[in-house]
């Protein structure tokens, strides 16, 4: 009912009824702030210095063989090699910081 009002008042699809019903919780318990709470972002569970050596130590791996490796998901694994400046070329993982010549 109340996300029906909300939705008649600003328009379909302004607001989710899961939105609805976290204010809707919040009021109740008495919490009136409409501010945002600081959220930050999770401690990385996936220690870079050991993905390094993993890379190092075979340039051809995949992806998908690091996540298995380490137990992450691909998209963590991909994540932290652009952090730590690997890159795929010709199949091998090499460091994107240029050679002095």
Do not use: C, Y
Not at 30 to 55: I, T
Request: positive net charge.
């Amino acid at each position: 009912m109340a996300s029906r009002n909300i939705s008649s008042v600003f328009g379909e699809g302004s607001v989710s009824e899961r939105t609805i019903r976290w204010w809707f919780e919040k009021f109740r318990s008495g919490d009136l702030s409409l501010k945002n709470e600081p959220r930050g972002r999770p401690k990385s569970v996936l220690d870079e210095d050991h993905l390094r050596a993993l890379v190092e130590a075979n340039p051809q791996i995949a992806i998908r063989g690091l996540a298995a490796d380490l137990g992450v998901s691909a998209t963590t694994v991909a994540r932290h090699l652009a952090a730590i400046g690997k890159v795929k070329k010709l199949d091998k993982w090499v460091g994107t910081t240029p050679v002095d010549g």
